[in-house]
Structures are given as C-alpha cells and as structure tokens.
C-alpha cells in the first residue's frame, strides 16, 4: 500500500505561480512511475504530467511550456511547477503513482484556483 499527500494548492491569480508537492510511503520510491492528474467541476479526471522512474517526462498540451514535473527519491516526492497559470487550470490536482506497472494509487487531491 502506498500512501501519497500533496501539498501546495491555493488561490492564484492568472499569470501566477504555484508548486505542487506529493509525498509517497514506501520505499521503494526510485521504481515508481509517478504522475499529476486534475479534475475541474463537472470535467472528467485528465493527465497533466508523468515522469518515470528513468526521469523521462510527458506533458499534457495544454501545459507544456508551463509545467514542470519533478522528482526528488531522496525526499520520495514529486513536484508539479506551474507558472502562467490560467483561469483554465482550475481544478482538484491529484498525484498518481504506479508500482510494479501494476499497481495505482491516488492521493486525496490539492485545490488549485487561479482567478481572472
């Protein structure tokens, strides 16, 4: 069972910065796959960043260039940087792991509202 907490949310205005912190048990952290996923009201749940266990990243279109996925195994945290935020970016952030290429956790989600 791995348990994952993020951290970071709040209320930006557009153009704003925020970084999103998610913390994971287990230790094993290194083989992880680890992800960002957000949900905005009434929307389905869609990915907005992964990073491997290898360090290779992938973004969501409609981030890339705003985004930066991160991840420090020493720390067993990932990071989701995101500057020029736009009112469109608002949403419950959620952080995703995959052990094994088997298994997937979430954590309980973080508010990110940026305002007009």
């Known amino acids: 069972q791995v348990q994952l907490v993020e951290s970071g949310g709040g209320l930006v205005q557009a153009g704003g910065s925020l970084r999103l912190s998610c913390a994971a048990s287990?230790?094993?952290?290194?083989?992880?796959?680890m992800g960002w996923y957000r949900q905005a009201p009434g929307k389905q749940r869609e990915l907005v960043a992964t990073?491997?266990?290898?360090?290779?990243?992938n973004y969501a279109d409609s981030v890339k260039g705003r985004f930066t996925i991160s991840r420090v195994n020493a720390k067993n945290t990932v990071y989701l940087q995101m500057n020029s935020l736009k009112p469109e970016d608002t949403a419950v952030y959620h952080c995703?792991?995959?052990?094994?290429?088997?298994?997937?956790?979430w954590g309980q989600g973080t508010q990110v509202t940026v305002s007009s």
């Open positions: 287990g230790s094993t952290f290194s083989s992880y796959a």
């Open positions: 995703n792991a995959v052990v094994g290429g088997l298994y997937g956790y």
């Open positions: 990073i491997t266990s290898g360090g290779s990243t």
